[in-house]
């Protein structure tokens, strides 16, 4: 019944290492998001994927990339990972259909990424 | 640009008592939508209320009602009758008609006292 899900919740690594978010949603939304929510949880959009195709890509250090192998799914790939990016990174999905100021965000359970 | 303001890091309210969180926003656009989130301590974020800006009524849902004034550009949460597991973040959030992004405020973090 699970609608957005994320993999794994809780993630430590040490610096410099290479790690990867898995986000799966069964709501047949055609849209699907990363955010980043830091210590002082602000939430902050990443990417953004309509159909598989990067609609929005923020301000991010491109060793952050997302992948979508399909509409349901919008994987992110860390490497070289900093002291910095730490925080808890939230998939979402909307779905696409006629105003898209009128279309709800759902959101994962998060993922706790500590860089050690 | 859009902005999203809330001013209130943090509030208490007395448990079965009604309580208001603020959010204004900052936008040129004349259709737009605004949201609000909870989030408690598990961490997960739950959508609670929408209200689009051609509504002509508030948007209620349960115990959570909007209080939009347009004109005031403020579109704030009523909480009635608080209950314990109502303690968490409260984000507000806006999302402009043809734009996939959502810019969202930095929170109000809400704790009911029993």
């Known amino acids: 019944d699970t609608a957005v899900s994320q993999t794994p919740k809780y993630l430590v690594t040490q610096m410099g290492n290479d790690k990867s978010i898995k986000c799966e949603q069964n709501?047949?939304?055609?849209?699907m998001y990363w955010y980043k929510q830091d210590s002082k949880k602000f939430l902050k959009i990443m990417f953004s994927?309509?159909?598989?195709?990067?609609?929005i890509n923020e301000t991010v250090p491109n060793r952050f990339s997302p992948k979508s192998p399909d509409k349901a799914h919008l994987n992110l790939h860390i490497n070289s990972l900093e002291l910095g990016d730490s925080a808890v990174y939230f998939c979402a999905s909307s779905p696409m259909r006629g105003d898209p100021s009128k279309n709800t965000q759902y959101f994962g359970p998060g993922t706790r990424l500590t860089v050690l | 640009a859009q902005k999203i303001t809330q001013t209130q890091p943090g509030m208490f309210v007395q448990e079965k008592e009604a309580v208001t969180l603020d959010c204004t926003y900052d936008?040129?656009?004349?259709?737009?939508?605004l949201f609000w989130y909870k989030q408690p301590s598990s961490g997960e974020m739950i959508f609670l209320i929408y209200?689009?800006?051609?509504?002509?009524q508030n948007a209620t849902e349960g115990r959570y009602s909007l209080n939009f004034q347009k004109a005031r550009k403020s579109a704030n949460l009523v909480i009635s009758a608080s209950q314990l597991g109502d303690s968490a973040m409260y984000f507000c959030?806006?999302?402009?008609?043809?734009?996939?992004?959502?810019?969202f405020g930095t929170g109000t973090k809400l704790q009911v006292i029993p």
């Open positions: 994927y309509n159909n598989k195709e990067l609609i």
């Open positions: 209200q689009g800006s051609y509504d002509e």
């Open positions: 936008t040129s656009d004349q259709s737009y939508g």
């Open positions: 959030a806006m999302r402009l008609r043809g734009y996939q992004k959502v810019t």
């Open positions: 709501l047949g939304h055609d849209t």
